[in-house]
């Protein structure tokens, strides 16, 4: 099993330009997120999804869309990028019901808005 | 509302002493909690997690943290710190399971030779 990955691991964007961030899991999980890590801070989360066809807000959502069409897949778009969305991004997924109570995190994405 | 803190941004030992990372947290339901370990440009991976079983759970790379509900703390420990554990720490909580994990600011644990 791959796990979680993601793609690309940098990305350089000038503000108002838009993008997907990319991130697929093979492990059949149900549920997915997307957090970010910025210093000082920890990891906020964005968004989830509990399945297909089903997201929802996190933490901070502002400026960020998802949408969950297959198992496997949970992209990230940024609109507009703006300079406060320069930050580290992580993919996560899990199991939502069992004992495994683990949440499997993807290497990241480095993501600088100028 | 959720939240976890973690006392020291960062947290400097020799090699061979005890390392101790301090979370406390706040939940109103029974808590799941989880410690993860950051290295350097990587992502997270799980120390250990407590969910209502033993309070006193063992993770890996010999790290273990006590759950205590009536100090809402859940410290993660080492009794003899390695090189190899310098690292970023982070403790997260939830009600729910693995999922929307609240997590605290992180701390950084630097070995000294």
């Known amino acids: 099993n791959a796990g979680v990955t993601q793609t690309p691991k940098f990305q350089v964007l000038k503000t108002g330009q838009s993008m997907t961030l990319q991130c697929a899991q093979d492990?059949?999980?149900?549920?997915m997120s997307w957090y970010r890590q910025d210093p000082g801070m920890g990891l906020r989360l964005i968004h989830y999804?509990?399945?297909?066809?089903?997201?929802d807000q996190g933490e901070v959502p502002n400026g960020y869309n998802v949408s969950r069409s297959t198992t496997e897949d949970f992209p990230l778009r940024l609109l507009s990028a703006a300079p406060s969305q320069t930050s580290v991004y992580f993919c996560a997924s899990s199991r939502v019901a069992g004992e495994s109570y683990e949440q499997y995190f993807g290497p990241g994405t480095r993501l600088t808005v100028t | 509302a959720q939240s976890v803190t973690q006392l020291g941004s960062h947290v400097s030992v020799s090699e061979g002493a005890l390392v101790l990372l301090r979370c406390n947290y706040s939940s109103s339901v029974p808590p799941y909690l989880f410690w993860y370990v950051q290295y350097p440009n990587q992502g997270l991976q799980l120390l250990l997690k407590y969910t209502s079983a033993a309070t006193l759970v063992k993770g890996i790379n010999g790290f273990e943290a006590e759950f205590k509900k009536s100090e809402t703390s859940f410290h993660l420990t080492k009794p003899s710190a390695h090189m190899s554990d310098a690292a970023e720490y982070f403790c997260a909580v939830s009600e729910t399971g693995a999922q929307k994990l609240v997590f605290g600011q992180g701390t950084r644990l630097t070995i000294n030779p």
């Open positions: 999804s509990v399945g297909a066809g089903i997201t």
């Open positions: 492990m059949n999980h149900e549920y």
